[in-house]
Each structure stands twice: as C-alpha cells, then as structure tokens.
C-alpha cells in the first residue's frame, strides 16, 4: 500500500464525516439542540453545547480535508518531475524530419482554361 493510497482513504473516511456532521446540524440553528429540548440554559456538556461542539467539529475536518487533499499532491505516482523537457536542458540531438514530396505535379495547381483572375 503506498503513500497516495493512504491518503485517498483518509480523505474518503475525513469527506464522510464532514457530510455526516453537516446533515446532522440545522441550518437555523437548531439542530440537535432543539430536538432534545434545550432551552436557554446553558448545561455543561449538555445540550447547549452540541452546536459547539458540531461546528467545531465542522471547521476541523474542512480543515483536516484541505491539508490532506494538498499533502496528497506530493505522494501522486509519477509527479516526481522525472519527465524534463530536452529543450529546456539543451540536449544538443538533432531530430530528422523527413522531407516528402508533393504527390500532385505542379501543372495540376494551375487555374483551369475557362477561369478569369
């Protein structure tokens, strides 16, 4: 198993928690919070704290997803730069081009007898 597939799996695995912790919150505020019936008071570890807690949790993973979509750049198969361009570092070889030639006589380019210019 190499390194870009570790980081693909945990990418999935950080991308499904994302989704589920943001379809459990409310977009009105609710969320959790008001299906438990939690008022205004504020209980320590309770229900008050569970939009804390969520959105918390919301901002970590986009955070933790960001940096593992741009570690997995560096691990990509092949992305090593090995392929260098031979004119950027002035290989001196020649490449032939065969030269052809037209495979129409030239008489056949002429305009026909009738035709004005």
Given at each position: ?117
């Amino acid at each position: 198993m190499n390194t870009f597939t570790i980081f693909l799996i945990l990418i999935v695995l950080v991308a499904f928690l994302l989704i589920v912790v943001v379809m459990v919150q409310n977009p009105k505020g609710g969320g959790l919070s008001s299906s438990f019936g939690g008022g205004g008071t504020q209980q320590l570890g309770g229900v008050k704290k569970t939009t804390d807690f969520l959105d918390k949790s919301t901002w970590a993973l986009a955070t933790l997803l960001l940096a593992l979509i741009l570690a997995s750049n560096f691990a990509i198969p092949g992305a090593g730069g090995a392929q260098d361009s031979k004119i950027i570092n002035g290989d001196d070889t020649e490449i032939s081009i065969p030269v052809t030639t037209p495979d129409t006589p030239a008489e056949d380019t002429a305009t026909p007898e009738g035709a004005t210019e």
